[in-house]
């Protein structure tokens, strides 16, 4: 079994996905607007070229997301996504690009059980941690 963030975002998962991309080093494999789908016309005029469906290749694991319909985006609550890396500096540099425009919730340090680990919310309201455990 495996488990893959399926995010959902009020509009701007285009740029969210294009971001992502940039920060992990993934690579969109998917990308689907409203209007290419069978249910287009089901969908209102403005909300076309907004993202019914994108996936993020990571290697073994796949980040995917879309854009709510309208009226049904609820403010992500209650979870975090957690980037478990074996490096430090790779921690550090995928901490500060998701932190970009974003929100701080616990800068990344050492921890008691972490050479790095910090929590933050990205610009596009989704929040994150980062990771890079010790080595036994």
């Known amino acids: 079994m495996k488990l893959n963030p399926y995010l959902m975002f009020n509009g701007n998962c285009e740029a969210a996905f294009k971001f992502y991309e ?26 076309h070229d907004k993202i019914m469906h994108v996936c993020l290749d990571l290697g073994d694991r796949l980040l995917m997301g879309s854009d709510s319909p309208p009226g049904y985006f609820e403010t992500p609550q209650g979870f975090y996504v957690q980037i478990s890396v074996d490096e430090p500096a790779e921690a550090e540099r995928i901490f500060q690009t998701l932190a970009e425009n974003g929100k701080v919730k616990m800068p990344i340090d050492q921890t008691f059980w972490s050479v790095r680990f ?19």
Request: hydrophobic fraction near 45%; charged fraction near 15%; aromatic fraction near 6%.
């Open 118 to 136: 910090g929590m933050l919310v990205d610009q596009f309201g989704i929040p994150w941690m980062v990771n890079c455990q010790k080595t036994a």
């Open 22 to 47: 940039h920060c992990l080093g993934g690579k969109i494999v998917m990308m689907m607007t409203h209007k290419d789908a069978p249910s287009a016309e089901h969908i209102p005029a403005g909300w």
